[in-house]
């Protein structure tokens, strides 16, 4: 299954491949270098499918948990000032996604989306400290009744050079859903209440819709 932000691109890729398939044959006579093409051209088109790629999660759904946007390592939980919504001290979890890493955003927990604002920014590399507050992305806080308010950022990286957001204000989020998509590496951040439990470490892989980041 893919994801619908890579629809074009796939499609466009795979034409391209394709015609070239059928243009080497009369254009290329050296047996191993024609080969070699073909499988550089396959290579491509595996790397995109593999991108764009949507898997089925099984999201265990619960008020009292905060599950991961994005799939990835762990790269940051420390206590922060959170300044452009909370303007006060939050716990920062962040999530590096490197561009083999699914890149579809899921909601991290259910209720109402109550802001959703995009930056333009630089493209430094996504784990720079600066790039939170620096790097094109997209802040979204929702609500619920039991956890409270979670933020979480989408951050654009080197290559990350569109940042997809389907969360308005107003909206009812399901945990685990479908909220966005960042094309090539990035970064998610996680703005939680200072008395959260965080229930994963350092250099950890999470899969989003189903690791549980912490818990009330």
């Not at 034409?15 to 050296?30: H, K, Q, Y």
């Not at 890493?101 to 909601?107: G, I, L, P, S």
């Not at 989408?154 to 960042?182: H, M, P, S």
Request: glycine content about 6%; aromatic content about 10%; overall charge positive.
């Amino acid at each position: 299954m893919f994801h619908k932000e890579g629809q074009k691109i796939i499609l466009t890729t795979l034409v391209i491949v394709v015609a070239l398939f059928l243009l080497l044959d009369n254009l290329v006579s050296i047996p191993w270098l024609l080969k070699l093409i073909q499988i550089t051209l396959l290579v491509l088109l595996i790397l995109v499918l593999q991108f764009f790629r949507n898997p089925k999660r099984h999201t265990k759904q619960n008020d009292e948990h905060v599950i991961s946007p994005v799939d990835g390592k762990v790269v940051v939980i420390e206590e922060v000032f959170e300044k452009e919504y909370f303007n006060e001290k939050r716990l920062q979890v962040s999530v590096f996604m490197s561009p083999i890493n699914v890149h579809v955003t899921r909601y991290p927990i259910s209720g109402k989306v109550l802001f959703s604002k995009y930056h333009p920014g630089k493209y430094l590399v996504a784990w720079h400290p600066k790039a939170s507050e620096e790097n094109e992305r997209t802040t979204i806080v929702v609500e619920n009744k039991t956890y409270g308010k979670v933020l979480y950022r989408q951050i654009a990286g080197a290559l990350a050079k569109r940042i997809v957001n389907y969360a308005k204000e107003e909206d009812n989020a399901t945990q685990g859903a479908d909220a966005g998509f960042i094309k090539f590496g990035s970064r998610v951040d996680l703005f939680l209440p200072l008395d959260t439990k965080i229930k994963v470490e350092l250099n950890q892989k999470v899969r989003g819709g189903e690791s549980i980041i912490a818990e009330l």
